[in-house]
Nanobody, 124 residues
């Protein structure tokens, strides 16, 4: 069993930065992949970024060069640093953990545990 507790987020103007955090509890040694997903009202859920236990990362084209996913294994915490934010980044953001081995797809259904969600609002 894994529990994920998110913090961070909030409201910022376009061009600003925010950092999301996701603290992991429970059987964290069993986690193979971690990721960030987002969903805006009326839009499909999007896999923003994922990171494997080997440190390999993958990003959605919409955030490449602006967002950075990182994991602090000593603190059992996942981060998403978001720079140069745009109004279209406005969404509810969720962290997620996947236990199954193999590659780390940016697909919500491929993950096993999710955080409670945190709102990010970017104004123009």
């Amino acid at each position: 069993q894994v529990q994920l507790v998110q913090s961070g987020g909030g409201a910022v103007q376009a061009g600003g930065s925010l950092r999301l955090s996701c603290a992991e509890f429970g059987y964290t040694y069993s986690i193979n992949c971690m990721g960030w997903f987002r969903q805006a009202p009326g839009q499909e859920r999007e896999g923003v970024a994922v990171i494997g236990s080997d440190g390999v990362t993958e990003y959605a084209d919409s955030v490449k060069g602006r967002f950075t996913i990182a994991k602090d294994n000593a603190k059992n915490t996942l981060y998403l640093q978001m720079n140069n934010l745009k109004p279209e980044d406005t969404a509810m953001y969720y962290c997620a953990a996947r236990l199954r081995s193999g590659r780390c797809p940016r697909i919500w259904e491929a993950f096993d545990y999710w955080g409670q969600g945190t709102q990010v609002t970017v104004s123009s």
